[in-house]
């Protein structure tokens, strides 16, 4: 290779030999030439892959070249792929060092601004984000000189595109810059929050959020609020439902008199929004704002409002109204709870839209604690019961998925009679999903029945799903069964489970007494290594005859996984090589496919 002197050369020229780089250089010059090749390569895979090491690039050029070349190359040769652009995005703010530390960290922002300008709003939301990590650590001067100069020209950009980018860049200056810099930033943010274009004011909107936690109290007073109040009357529903989580932050920030005063009027007015949108952010945030607004204001103007979304004539608003029911009824009292709530959860449990009676059968258990146990025996445990009926599955699952809240308040042997149908029923659902989803509630169900109780109702389901056409679900009913050990103990299992999963090594089914070996293997793990010497390798060991290669190859290694359980005893410590070395070298003289597998491993 030719030497070049550092000022004839140029990015698009091979990479600098040892002489013009760092004194500590990559080992391997040719991998960095083909990474600045794959720079310009017309393959997008090459380009990603270069992009995600150009701190590789960077560091054979040294930061004064990085800064002067490799930068300007990157400004000029901008990607057109959206992917591409992401990457180099989410890169540049790492490359901070590369040009030479905070002091020339501003050389990386023009490339930024650029990308902050493309049309993909996911490659603008990153530019914006590695921007907003390179302001935290710009001094104040170059904040001043490099970094509010961009946000002047991605305010006043052509495209809505550069301004929409522009409104998550001033909470991380404004705090920092003088009472001027701050007046300016004021007008231009408020420029932006009445463009023409609705996807800058939602922008804006957005921005306001992190805005208000910036600003000083006057600020708030003077410039926060009238923007909200003229946001949350935007004539675009996609405008006005951003606001529901700046009015959150607003109230924060004011007194009750205030709150009362300056908010609260818009809180009736996005409760009631004619869009159900709208209505839908009021209802998921209720909670939250309900809080931040505080118990005195709550007490005389949430309620209401509250009823009348659990009645909302849209399902998705009353879905996110029912998740907030416990939430908002830690924060009144009983009687409103009685006399206003309840009657609106009555309703939900009937509801037309399934998803919204299933986000009040996830919720509902909530309740109990809160009213105490008469009247969850009164008022709830009629609706649990006639939830476990519901004909959407997903219904009657959260239900059980919150037996535990359900079970402190009232004890589970009041709901086991409804609760066992319901349990059976979704067992035997044609959806293996909801099948799966019944499993993973056996073991809390298990800790709320008791062994006995779960033996006489549930052991013999459990059973049956060892023997499922799903193998998914075969897999979960094994390790079910080691989850279930865990729960009533090594010895319970010895007596109760493992003769059972015994019958099934001479069913005619293959694939049930494979599942014979993974269920005695998982469960291993939670037996005694003289429960595994006793009860467990006499069978692996003798299923090693069985005339299936993939069985004599899964006995194998199940005999792997038994030998570091047998090893925690001494006792047992011994049967690995008179039993199971003996076992596994007979193995690898099969004639089948075993052996070579084996022997491969």
Known sequence: MTTKSSSDMDIDSNVPTTEFMDEDPPNDINA???????????????????????DVIANAFGVERTRNELVPFLQDSLDEEDEVLLALAEKLQSLVDAVGGREYAYYLLPLLENIAAVEEVTVRDEAVSSLCSIATILSQPHLEQYFLPLIRRLSNGEWFTSRTSATGLFAIVYEKSDISLQNELKGLFATLAEDDSPMVRRAASKALVNLVGQMSDEDIFSTAIPLFQK??????????????????????????????????????????????????????????????FGQDIIQGNFTEAFVNMLKDMEGEVRTAAASQIPGYAKLVDNTVILSDLL??????????????????????????????????MQYLLPLFLQQLTDEFPDVRLNVISNLETINKAIGIERVSQALLPAIVELSEDKQWRIRLAIIEYIPLLAK????????????????????????????????????????????????AIIPEVMKMTTDENYLHRMTTIFALTIMAKALTPMMIKDSVLPTIIDMSKDPIPNIRFNVAKSLEALIPLLKKDPNTAELISSSVKPTLEKLCTDQDIVSLILQLA
């Open 32 to 54: 960095i030439v083909t990474l600045i090749d794959d720079l310009k390569n017309e393959d997008v895979t090459f380009r990603l892959n270069s992009i995600k090491k150009l």
């Open 231 to 292: 946001l949350s009357q935007d004539d675009q529903d996609s405008v006005r439902l951003l606001t529901v989580e700046v009015l959150v932050a607003l109230a924060k920030r004011l007194d009750e008199e205030k709150r009362r005063e300056l908010l609260l009027p818009a809180f009736t007015a996005l409760s009631n929004d004619k869009a159900w949108r709208v209505r839908y952010m009021v209802a998921s945030k209720y909670v939250e704002l309900a809080e931040a």
């Open 343 to 376: 009657p609106c959860v009555k309703l939900l449990v009937t509801d037309e839209n399934q998803h919204a009676r299933a986000a009040l059968a996830k919720n509902i258990s909530g309740l109990a604690p809160i009213i105490g146990q008469d009247a969850t």
């Open 448 to 495: 709320q029945f008791g062994p006995r109780f779960f033996e006489e109702k549930l052991l013999e389901l459990c059973m049956s799903w060892l023997r499922d056409l799903v193998f998914s679900i075969r897999e979960a009913a094994t390790t079910n069964l080691m989850k279930l050990t865990e729960v009533f103990g090594a010895e319970w299992a010895k007596n």
